[in-house]
């Protein structure tokens, strides 16, 4: 059915070329780490082609900086189904290994206890190799992007349970924060080994633009796993606008992709500010150079979660 939906890209493909040694190295990786215990469940695993997001979000990166990418985006496929679950002691345990997730952003040194649960493990390890050779001041801004990301898992379970909906605009608010795209940008930082000067990340200019990824990539993702999330019980955005809308699936689809397509509109209108941003914050050419390259990432982050959504087997299998 998402095979219907079109989205306006205006932006080239792209994928890196090292997508299968990168896998085989993942697996290896999650074994290790105890995500996956069995074959079954490394096939479970391949198939979703969660890790392989990686190869789209970052295209130009090699060696341990891909592997880094692809444990991140293995990381993202267990956490995001432990959340997955009804209520009771199995989303007990998945809200108490958040807060386990938020404690060790204090700490990215320190390693999880070997008896923690594999997902906290997991992160630790991912965490522990995403603060190396970044400067203090980007590891603590990321430590608070992942604690937010954190955070907003926890305020969807709570509102969840609590029988609460939200309304279209809200909706897509609540998602900014759970779908990982400022966790994503940070790791295109990290493995292109490059920092965005503090205030022109925080300047509400690119704070805009990172609002209008993340909408954009919950839209598109809202669709590619509308199947899914119906199957599993979830409502989406789409469910959000027929019910606020009281109209019919086909046309809350089509409000979702127009809007989506409006997204991207409007931050390419916002991108033409850069330059101006760059010239009152009296930048240097390096730190110019680093906000061109963070929206470059912004870019790719579109096409990137467009082309592997539509193929990824976490969704269409």
Request: hydrophobic share 40%; glycine share 6%.
């Amino acid at each position: 059915m998402h095979h219907e939906a079109k989205f306006d890209i205006p932006f080239p493909p792209r994928i890196n070329s090292g997508t299968t040694q990168a896998l085989e190295r993942n697996v290896a990786w999650a074994r290790r780490m105890g995500l996956v215990a069995n074959d079954e469940e490394v096939e479970r695993y391949v198939a979703s082609q969660t890790q392989e997001a990686a190869a789209y979000f970052y295209p130009d990166i090699a060696g341990e900086d891909l592997d880094l990418g692809y444990d991140m985006c293995g990381f993202f496929f267990v956490f995001d189904d432990a959340f997955d679950v009804p209520p009771g002691p199995s989303l007990d345990s998945a809200v108490a290994t958040c807060q386990d997730l938020i404690a060790l952003l204090a700490q990215p040194q320190e390693a999880a206890s070997l008896d923690a649960p594999p997902v906290v493990v997991a992160f630790s390890d991912v965490w522990r190799r995403e603060a190396i050779g970044m400067s203090p001041t980007w590891v603590r801004r990321a430590a608070h992007n992942w604690a937010d990301y954190f955070y907003g898992q926890l305020a969807e379970v709570s509102n969840r349970l609590a029988g609460i909906t939200l309304s279209p605009d809200d909706q897509m608010k609540a998602r900014r924060r759970t779908i990982a795209v400022v966790t994503g940008m940070d790791m295109a930082e990290r493995t292109g080994h490059f920092e965005m000067p503090s205030l022109a990340w925080h300047n509400s200019l690119t704070q805009a633009m990172l609002d209008k990824v993340s909408d954009h990539v919950s839209m598109v993702n809202d669709i590619y796993s509308l199947a899914k999330e119906e199957a599993d019980g979830d409502h989406n955005l789409v469910h959000c606008i027929m019910r606020s809308r009281n109209c019919s699936r086909a046309d809350a689809i089509g409000e979702v992709v127009e809007t989506a397509n409006g997204r991207i509109k409007e931050y390419i209108e916002l991108a033409q500010g850069i330059p101006q941003m760059c010239r009152t914050l009296n930048l240097s050419p390096a730190e110019r150079s680093a906000v061109d390259r963070h929206e470059d990432a912004m870019r790719i982050h579109f096409r990137a979660n467009h082309d592997w959504g539509f193929n990824a087997g976490r969704y269409t299998g």
